[in-house]
């Protein structure tokens, strides 16, 4: 579990142990539910990471209801967006092992999550990752019930593939933007896990290039184990 499943979590159950003490029955019953599950939406698995070369992981647990083509900046690529239901886990996590450029906050809306329009309108946290295949981008995206985007990571940042970069509480979406030539290899209404699901694949002679930076090298190597706690 993440810290700050501890944060919100405790609360409520030590208030429950107060609510029984004034036997308070109905009021501990709910505040001990409330606590649970909280508890319950902040765990953090472990998951094994695919080590294959070329594999883009998902950045979510959840639902794929959007593949489509769509530019980034003028270039061509896809949009993979995974939606993520209030049961599942909420821990985001790097999609391919490299170095964060760039990351943009951007406030907005809180449409439901499950809305086209809340990629482009809701709030957002956008990362852009450098890797040896070229720029990946990917978003942790606000939704109707969650209310805050959480990253533990900064631009110059290091990540492996699979690595624990962040969260959003309470019900929202991921998406990523690939480049021209990814092979796509989900559809809309599969189901994935964050850090071991494979969304796509780039061609391998592209990923292999990453023997020429020796801090990527390392970094995709380290894909060959589970990816580590998260940094906080």
């Given at each position: 579990m993440v810290k700050e499943g501890y944060y919100f979590g405790l609360p409520p159950l030590a208030l429950s142990f107060a609510a029984f003490f004034l036997h308070w029955t109905v009021v501990a019953v709910i505040l001990v539910f409330l606590a649970s599950f909280v508890f319950y939406f902040f765990r953090d698995p472990e998951r094994a990471i695919p080590s294959e070369p070329g594999a883009l992981v998902s950045p979510a647990d959840g639902r794929i209801v959007v593949v489509t083509e769509e530019e980034n900046a003028e270039r061509v690529g896809k949009r993979i967006s995974v939606f993520l239901a209030i049961w599942n886990v909420h821990v985001n996590r790097s999609p391919e092992a490299g170095t964060i450029a760039a990351m943009d906050y951007r406030p907005g809306k809180f449409l439901a999550a499950m809305r086209e329009r809340a990629s482009f309108e809701n709030e957002q946290n956008v990362i852009s990752l450098s890797t040896a295949a070229g720029e990946i981008v990917f978003k942790q995206i606000a939704g109707l019930i969650a209310r805050r985007v959480v990253c533990w990571k900064k631009p110059g940042d290091?990540?492996?593939?699979?690595?624990?970069?962040?969260?959003?509480?309470?019900?929202?979406?991921?998406?990523?933007?690939?480049?021209?030539?990814?092979?796509?290899?989900?559809?809309?209404?599969?189901?994935?896990?964050?850090?071991?699901?494979?969304?796509?694949?780039?061609?391998?002679?592209?990923?292999?290039?990453?023997d020429a930076n020796p801090q990527r090298a390392r970094a995709s190597e380290e894909t060959l184990t589970p990816a580590g706690k998260q940094n906080s």
């Open positions: 290091i990540v492996r593939r699979g690595e624990r970069i962040g969260l959003v509480r309470f019900g929202s979406r991921v998406d990523m933007w690939v480049p021209s030539g990814t092979e796509i290899l989900v559809k809309v209404g599969d189901n994935v896990k964050g850090g071991s699901s494979v969304l796509a694949r780039v061609p391998v002679a592209a990923s292999g290039s990453h």
